[in-house]
């Protein structure tokens, strides 16, 4: 199914597109990013400056980070990325610090709206939010809904960009090049020079790994 509008024009108006990146990796936070957009303003962006917007694992990092910037600069458009951080992986798992980043990621978007979360008519890819109740729940969302796809370009960009941040604190990992996935150059580096304090100690490759 090709990316479109149809899901956003079953619920009215103005929609606000939510999606995650860093579920997987071994370090770092868990980031979201929500975005939002006038349903005529989204119409034209899907035929024009929006045009490439996809699920972000289908682009290149290059093109996602092109589109990311498109995505920030839109008038009109109003988004957020917020995360949720190692230590609150750790302690509520990551399926809750997920919902976690997701729900601040929207409560920003609602303050720059002027609107509650519970006015919105929220979408997210995926399974039912705990945060978000009253979200609208689409599987493989980022792929069918132009304001989740352009959600995950914004939570993948903010979460390759911190693996960067990562990089320079703690080089020898290859954070740049694996963005913290349980690669074996990644997995190598854990036995060569045991968790950065930034390690998620919750997942078992890390935690074996724990002195």
């Known amino acids: 199914m090709a990316i479109s509008i149809d899901i956003e024009l079953s619920l009215g108006d103005t929609v606000v597109g939510i999606d995650e990146a860093g579920r997987g990796p071994l ?4 980031f979201a990013g929500a975005v939002s957009a006038p349903l005529s303003l989204a119409a034209e962006l899907l035929s024009g400056a929006w045009s490439a917007v996809n699920d972000s694992k289908k ?5 996602r980070f092109v589109l ?3 995505i920030k600069s839109t008038p009109g458009c109003t988004w957020a990325v917020a995360s949720a951080s190692p230590e609150e992986i750790d302690r509520l798992n990551i399926l809750r610090a997920t919902h976690l980043a997701m ?3 929207v409560d920003a978007v609602a303050v720059s709206l002027g609107s509650n979360v519970d006015s919105l008519n929220c979408i997210v ?3 039912p939010v705990a945060t978000l109740p009253c979200a609208t729940s689409v599987v493989k969302g980022d792929a069918k809904s132009l304001l989740i796809a352009a959600a995950s370009i914004l939570a993948k960009t903010a979460r390759d960009s911190d693996c960067l941040r990562l990089e ?3 080089p020898g990992y290859g954070f740049a090049k694996h963005k913290g996935y ?3 150059e990644h997995i190598a580096a854990l036995e060569r020079l045991g968790p950065c304090p930034e390690h998620r ?10 002195i």
Not at 27 to 30: A, L, N, R, T
Not at 59 to 63: A, I, V
């Open 27 to 30: 370090v770092g936070g868990v």
């Open 59 to 63: 682009l290149s990092e290059k093109r």
């Open 68 to 70: 990311a910037d498109a």
């Open 103 to 105: 729900r601040r990621a």
């Open 125 to 127: 890819d995926g399974l």
């Open 168 to 170: 320079r604190l703690y």
């Open 182 to 184: 349980p690669t074996k």
């Open 201 to 210: 100690r919750s997942f078992g490759p890390v935690r074996m790994h724990l």
